[in-house]
């Protein structure tokens, strides 16, 4: 029965030709469009860290100015980053379980490999459990302990891409590098490894390349490493030396606890707000108490990761498909009764109307299928063309990330386009299927 | 033209007529707000930012060794670069225009933090620095060599002369004249306005207040300064290979670790913007092409399954414009109605992006331009199939009757 309605579809598309490739254009028009929005937005919303997202938290103070909050339009956020003073207070209190104190910087690397030029490395300046908090895998070696954080010792993690062009990606562990004007071992090096959003640092863009590397938080303050994030001030600094800047209200650090259980939760919120109140009591924090703790997906709201104009465009996209499914109703009822007479005496010879049905049904979900699989070749194309023309090397690994289509979208995208194909099927061919025999018999 | 004969006829088989209609609706929708999306992108991209942007590019680099002197090292780069050939001016600064990444400070009237207060996105230049941008000064002058200092890393010393936009001279002079004002900086070090640029855009081209620009003659920390360079119009990317090449050359203590063109910079940080342009004007052609597609199949086969009816007409005395007027007529009738449907959606889903999205509300000449689009597409669309009514021949009434 089912090879029968297969092969009638078929011989019914080979005789128009025209009208069956404008119906599949239509259909694989709508699907590639729905695609390539569905991919981004699908890259922008997927979780970093599923198995984690609820227990690891971006941890802010509202540490900001008396006279205005940190953001104009939405009072009661907090500044994302904190003040040194109390990042180091926070971290040295080990009132988390783990937590994590870090920024971005950035030093000029020297390879000392013949044929690799010297470049500017961007850094990871991290406490040691970035690692173990943040999944990181490794390929080779392993982070460092709490002791070479607080008196830093000259040891490194390369990502995978640094020791690819710095050592040609061999086991580079306990090989030296020098960064700056220092020479540091390497302790261990990562598997390619890039979260996107990158959740744990989104100041310089939701999807940019993860560091090169990764040096131990002392180093920070012993180099004065730059800050390459951002550094926001409120108030007016007199400072002239880097200490002064230290004791600055200035926010310019990330702050990461891991807080297995709500119990914890609640009791580093207490200590948290605790800590506040004496700094209040002391002067500082002239603003309402307001201590925020963010999981990874509150997070990730609260910096609106997922732009407005891609939301913008779903709507775009799923009206753009409405438009080709009534293309394709329009086209498949002319096509359905302009063939009434050859239905007329498929009755007449005993189909009953249900087969009738079941034979466009069947045309139907072949327009949808080749119209689905046209589509996302359509959509694979359009992605890389979208990669090729705006992708630059400032965004060209967060273009390659958010335009790589997955399974998942794939999968969605066919079922979509069989699904489109039946809604559009199902009144012309119920339609076709009340045809009276006696009518068009009378015409031949 | 009377238009009875085709409403009873519609009233007969509305199905297609309603199909195209709600098909021209839901495009006219999508059409102008996307059109509206696209032109207020052209518009953010296309703004003028006032500065050289096709002839300046930037060298990077970075301290590497103990032959490294600061400011001594700087200067001798600076002057390699200037007697480039192709080269106008160039100066060292401390972040790059348009490129998302950079420094701004507040000023204000009065010392300690009182009177109005002026935001300032700051480049930090040398006397070389207006030229290097190509900014045009309004009033006053440039700064000259002696005013340039170079602070140590974390001080908060401050110039004592300053040039500043317009737009920074409004939000702190509103109604008087900005030039040789002193303002002071929150920790009530005072600076002298010595100049006005006419018009200048920052480092954040999102920023409401872009063009809030001022620049400091300092030359910048290590940490952060590149060298900008102007070259001869049309001589830029000459002018790159050879100051890659001439600094190249000298070993004085840092590493060159690239050179980008302006242009490169603000292409990539308006990339998402033009890529929303063009996707939603891909979208609109798509649209508008299947449409006419979709309207001129069912047309034609309309007039196919019409085509005794056409032939008994002609039969009995319509001329072949009458049938012509008459396929017209239905098509402009079902698209009027269409536009009309398509109008309220447009401004429904107008109204959802404009409170959803806080985007600026739809202006109504669009709807007008999006259904002048709509009329004539569909009018293009259905031409081909009137016509082909018009030539069906009378003898065909009497041949299948």
Known sequence: MFTYDLRLALDSLRRHPGLSALMVLAIALGIAVCTVTFTIYHAMSTNPIPHKSSQLYAVTLDTWSADRPYDDDKPENTPQLLTYRDATFLHEAKAAPRSVIMYKSGALLLPERSGVKPFNANLRVTSHDFFSMFDVPFQYGQGWDATADSEPQPVVVLSDETNQKVFAGENSVGRTLKLGKVEYRVAGVLQPWAPSPKFFDLNNGAFEDPEDVYVPYGWGRSLELPVYGNTNCWKAESGDTYQDFLNSECVWLQYWAELPTTADRDRFQAFVDNYARSQKAAGRMPRPLNNRLYDVGQWLDRNEVVQRDNRVLIGIALLFLGVCLVNVVGLLLAKFLNAAPLTGLRRALGASRRDIVRQHMMEVLVIGLAGGVLGLLLAIGGLAGIRAIYGSDFNRGAYQRLTEIDPVVVVVTLALALLAGAIAGLYPAWRIGRTAPAIYLKTQ | MDIKPILSSLRRSPTGAILVALQIALALAITVNSLYIITQRLELIGRDPGMDVKNIFFVGFVPSGDKYQGEVTMREDLAILRGLPGVLAATTVNAVPLSGG??????????????????????????????????????????????????????????????????????????????????????????????????????????????????????????????????????????????????????????????????????????????????????????????????????????????????????????????LHYFLAENWLITTVGVVIGCVLALLLGYWLSTTFELPRLKLYYLVLGAVALWIVSLVAALRPARRASLVSPAIATRTV
């Open chain 2, 102 to 323: 950079g420094s701004s400070t507040s000023m204000y009237t009065e010392p300690n933090e009182k009177g109005r207060r002026g935001d300032m996105n700051y480049f930090q230049v040398d006397e070389q620095g207006v030229q290097t941008f190509g900014v045009r000064l309004a009033e006053g002058r440039n700064f000259d060599a002696t005013a340039v200092t170079k602070p140590a890393r974390m001080s908060s010393e401050s110039p004592s002369e300053i040039l500043i936009t317009k737009d920074v001279a409004r939000d702190m002079f509103p109604g008087e004249p900005a030039l040789g004002k002193t303002v002071y900086t929150g920790t009530s070090q005072p600076a002298t306005v010595v100049g006005i640029i006419d018009h200048m855009h920052g480092s954040w081209p999102g920023w409401d207040k872009v063009g809030n620009v001022a620049l400091f003659p300092v030359i910048a920390d290590e940490t952060f300064a590149r060298y900008m360079v102007r070259a001869r119009p049309g001589q830029r990317d000459e002018a790159m290979q050879m100051a890659e090449d001439a600094l190249n050359k000298l070993d004085n203590g840092r590493v060159i670790i690239r050179v980008r063109s302006l242009e490169y910079v603000a292409a990539s940080t308006y990339a998402d913007d033009r890529a929303m342009a063009t996707y939603l004007s891909v979208v609109i052609a798509l649209l508008l092409g299947i449409s006419a597609l979709g309207i001129f199949g069912l047309a034609a086969f309309n007039v196919s399954t019409r085509t005794k009816q056409i032939g008994t007409r002609r039969a009995v005395g319509a001329r072949r414009a009458d049938i």
